[in-house]
């Protein structure tokens, strides 16, 4: 919903340029993670996930960057839309875990 | 069509009036989980549920219970709401065991408590 934007880092762009979302995780034992998309009013969306056994994996559009060494996650978005806008958050899962934990999620604004 | 559903989508309540909120997937998964969303917070996890029957606490379960009777089923429920409880909920449910796998979120449901 809308309270969710609040508070949150905000990443503006032109429509067309690439976006580059960060996240830094907590828990060097995290062995899966997930970044999702939520637009105002909605509930989380999937986007694209990644385990920790890669450092690299693309979907349509979408690049997920893992940095293990500094627990350090990114999502990049390329030729961003107008579509894009929402707030972005990732999330980590350990081994053996049922509980994820999410970030507090970047507010990314595309300018058309 | 794949779905998570909730209901209420909005509700207002007054402290210590036990209420449901309600979820439903069509998915046939086997995990389901409740959580919070509450600015500048993100997402915590309430209660998530591995299996029918199979229930088991998140990171912030006080003052909240729940059921899996069935398995597409999973309602969240609030025995003695009280307005620390004023959030927006989401249930979710994914396949397999784990939350390790996509994950399907529903709606959303915007509870305050008076």
């Known amino acids: 919903g809308e309270s969710v934007g609040l508070h949150l880092p905000t990443l503006s762009v032109q429509e067309g340029d690439n976006s580059i979302i960060n996240c830094a995780y907590s828990?060097?034992?995290?062995?899966?993670f997930i970044w999702y998309k939520q637009e105002s009013g909605k509930g989380p969306q999937f986007i694209i996930d990644?385990?920790?056994?890669?450092d690299k994996r693309q979907g349509q559009r979408v690049t997920v960057l893992l940095n293990k060494t500094v627990k350090h996650l990114s999502l990049q978005i390329a030729a961003t839309q107008p579509g894009d806008s929402a707030v972005y958050f990732c999330?980590?899962?350990?081994?053996?875990?049922?509980?994820?934990?999410f970030g507090r999620g970047t507010s990314l604004i595309v300018h058309p | 069509e794949a779905q998570v559903t909730q209901n209420p989508r909005y509700l207002i309540t007054v402290t210590g009036k036990k209420l449901t909120v309600t979820c439903s997937q069509n998915?046939?998964?086997?995990?389901m989980s409740w959580y919070r969303q509450d600015p500048g917070l993100g997402l915590r996890q309430i209660y998530y549920?591995?299996?029918?029957?199979?229930?088991d606490k998140g990171d912030v379960p006080e003052g909240y219970k729940v059921s899996r009777k069935e398995k597409r089923n999973f309602p969240l429920i609030l025995e003695s709401p009280s307005p620390n409880q004023t959030s927006l909920y989401f249930c979710?449910?994914?396949?397999?065991?784990?939350?390790?796998?996509?994950?399907?979120f529903g709606q959303g449901t915007r509870l305050t408590v008076v």
């Open positions: 828990n060097s034992a995290s062995d899966y």
């Open positions: 549920s591995m299996n029918v029957e199979v229930t």
């Open positions: 979710a449910s994914s396949q397999g065991q784990g939350p390790s796998t996509e994950a399907f």
């Open positions: 999330a980590e899962i350990s081994g053996g875990s049922y509980i994820p934990t």
């Open positions: 990644i385990r920790s056994n890669m």
């Open positions: 998915m046939n998964h086997e995990y």
